[in-house]
Nanobody, 115 residues
């Protein structure tokens, strides 16, 4: 059983920063790709950032240059550093990983950016 726990969300003014963390039970992050998705009210869930098992990142176009995904395998944790936040970044953010044939997702952390 894999458990993922996100933290670091909150309320921030536009232009501010937050760092989200995703901690995993066990050491699966050392061998797995991990992604951050987000979902705003009334909108579909979208992929925000992805980091491969080798550490290569990919980003949603609208967050490129503002968000950075990174991993600390020793801590079994993946981070999402979010800078220059905009009101349209407001959403619940979820981390997920695919392991032994199924997806695992955390409970989500809320990010609210005020204008």
């Amino acid at each position: 059983q894999v458990q993922l726990v996100e933290s670091g969300g909150g309320l921030v003014q536009a232009g501010g920063s937050l760092r989200l963390s995703c901690a995993a039970s066990g050491s699966i992050f050392s061998i797995n790709a991990v992604r951050w998705n987000r979902q705003a009210p009334g909108k579909q869930r979208e992929l925000v950032a992805h980091i491969s098992s080798s550490g290569s990142p990919n980003y949603l176009d609208s967050v490129k240059g503002r968000f950075t995904i990174s991993r600390d395998n020793a801590k079994n944790t993946v981070y999402l550093q979010m800078n220059s936040l905009k009101p349209e970044d407001t959403a619940s953010y979820y981390c997920g990983t695919y392991y032994l044939g199924q997806w695992y997702w955390g409970q989500g952390t809320q990010v609210t950016v005020s204008s």
